[in-house]
């Protein structure tokens, strides 16, 4: 299975921050990468897919991009709408596999 | 408007089986891949297996013993079965479209 590395668990950050939460992957996995939020209590939602396309609705501030097996998540000028739960996750190949997550707080 | 939801016991015993059921709404299941995923309590996600279009499935590796996903396409639903249930199993539920559109979840927990 592909083994999904994410970094760092945790962070905090001020509002206005730029934010970058990294993924590393096993084994080639291509772009075939998403990024999800989820806040409390509620279902995750798609912002990025196949690594640097931007889902419907996503506000700009966020991207996404790849740097060999490293894949990052940057949102610029952090809001306080933002501070929520990231992971990512790879859909090259079954079965799919999640990173470990990381929380994004207040600082 | 696309439309999953997750139903099944809020309760089972350990040893026993987990039953849940998706339904959808707003797609065709002959059209769309229906994931399942979930989440303990204060921990990450993790995907348990989808369904195809086709009605082909695949699984977690470390599931798939005890895992299985059907659907009825005619009734717009996807099954998740699961047996030999532990604590371990205890946590939210999801299906997702594609993982693009997402149910609410449902929180299943296992206790005696």
């Known amino acids: 299975d592909i083994q999904m590395t994410q970094s760092p668990s945790s962070m905090s950050a001020s509002l206005g921050d730029r934010v970058t939460i990294t993924c590393q992957a096993s084994?080639?996995?291509?772009?075939?990468l998403i990024w999800f939020q989820q806040k409390p209590g509620k279902s995750p939602r798609r912002m990025i897919y196949?690594?640097?396309n931007l889902a419907n609705g996503v506000p700009s501030r966020f991207s996404g991009s790849r740097s060999g097996s490293d894949y990052s998540l940057t949102i610029i000028s952090l809001e306080s709408e933002d501070m929520a739960d990231y992971h990512c996750?790879?859909?090259?190949?079954?079965?799919?596999?999640f990173g470990a997550g990381t929380k994004l707080e207040l600082k | 408007q696309v439309q999953l939801k997750e139903s099944g016991p809020g309760l089972v015993q350990p040893s026993q089986t987990l039953s849940l059921t998706c339904t959808v709404a707003?797609?065709?299941?002959?059209?769309?891949?229906v994931h399942w995923v979930r989440q303990p309590p204060g921990k990450g996600l993790e995907w348990m297996g989808v369904?195809?279009?086709?009605?082909?499935?695949r699984y977690n590796s470390a599931l798939k013993s005890r895992l299985s996903i059907s659907k009825d396409t005619s009734k717009s639903q996807v099954f998740l079965k699961m047996n030999s249930l532990q604590t371990e199993d205890t946590a939210t539920y999801y299906c997702?479209?594609?993982?693009?559109?997402w149910g609410q979840g449902v929180m299943v927990t296992v206790s005696s």
């Open positions: 997702a479209r594609d993982l693009t559109y």
């Open positions: 707003g797609f065709s299941l002959t059209s769309y891949n």
């Open positions: 369904i195809w279009n086709t009605g082909g499935t």
């Open positions: 084994q080639d996995i291509g772009n075939n």
């Open positions: 196949y690594a640097t």
């Open positions: 996750l790879q859909y090259k190949q079954y079965p799919h596999t």
